[in-house]
C-alpha cells in the first residue's frame, strides 16, 4: 500500500520524522516537498494511495488527487482556507514575506504553537508567497464516500476549533487539547496511533 505525507506551509517533510519510522517498514512512503524548504519533489504513486496532509499539504491532496486517494486523513488541515480566515492576515503575510521572509516564517511558526530559534535553510520567499496565494484562492472538494478522519488540537491558532468543524464536523474528528498547530512534531506519538487505526481498515 502507498501513503503519501504532504506537509503544510512554510515547512517541509522534516514534519514528519517522527512518524514516518513506523510505517516505512511495512508501507511505500513517498513524502512530498512543495519547496517551501529545500528543493521540490511532486514524485507521486501511480496507483491508488492513502494521503496524509498536514495545514495545507491536505488541501493540495484533495484539490489535485481527489479522485486517487482511497483514504484521507487530515492533521489540522482544511479543503479550504479563505473562506474562514481574515483576507488581512494572508495580505499582511504576502507583504512580511516580501520584507523579509525569514522573520515571517518564525512569526509564522510561533503562531503555530512551535518557536523554531534555530532558522531556516534553503527558504524560498518566491515559493512562500506562491503557497501563500494557494490559500488565498484554492477551494477544494472532498469526493463523496471518501474516508476521511480528522486529527485536530484544540488550541491551534492557525485552523481554530470552530474552522475544523465547520469544514469537517459530518467526519470523525479526534480532538487532543494541546500541539498547536504542528501536531506532527509535537503530538507525534497520538498521530501516529490514529493514523495507524485508520490504515488497518484496508488490511
Known amino acids: 500500500m502507498d501513503i503519501v505525507f ?20 511495512n508501507y511505500d512512503c513517498h513524502t512530498i516537498n512543495m519547496g517551501f524548504l529545500g528543493d521540490e519533489d511532486f514524485t507521486m504513486p501511480e496507483g491508488k494511495f492513502i494521503g496524509i496532509g498536514h495545514s495545507l ?28 480566515i481574515p483576507e488581512q492576515i494572508l495580505d499582511s503575510m504576502k507583504r512580511n514575506m516580501v520584507q523579509n521572509s525569514v522573520d515571517q516564517v518564525k512569526e509564522f511558526w510561533h503562531h503555530a504553537g512551535l518557536d523554531q530559534s534555530g532558522g531556516f535553510k534553503n527558504l524560498k520567499p518566491a515559493k512562500l508567497i506562491e503557497g501563500l496565494s494557494w490559500l488565498s484562492k484554492w477551494d477544494a472538494e472532498t469526493p463523496n464516500g471518501l474516508p476521511v478522519m480528522v486529527l485536530a488540537s484544540r488550541n491551534d491558532h492557525i485552523v481554530p476549533r470552530r474552522m475544523t ?17 504542528m501536531l506532527p512534531i509535537t503530538q507525534s506519538e497520538w498521530c501516529t496511533e490514529h493514523i495507524k487505526s485508520f490504515i488497518n481498515e484496508y488490511e
Open 57 to 84: 499539504g491536505g488541501l493540495w491532496l484533495l484539490k489535485h488527487y481527489p479522485e486517487q486517494m482511497i483514504g484521507f486523513i487530515s492533521v489540522a488541515s482544511f479543503n479550504c482556507f479563505y473562506k474562514y
Open 6 to 25: 504532504v506537509h503544510g506551509w512554510g515547512s517541509a517533510p522534516f514534519v514528519w520524522k517522527d512518524i514516518l519510522p513506523h510505517f516505512e517498514k
Open 165 to 181: 468543524e465547520k469544514i469537517w464536523g459530518e467526519y470523525p474528528i479526534k480532538w487532543i487539547d494541546t500541539g498547536g498547530h
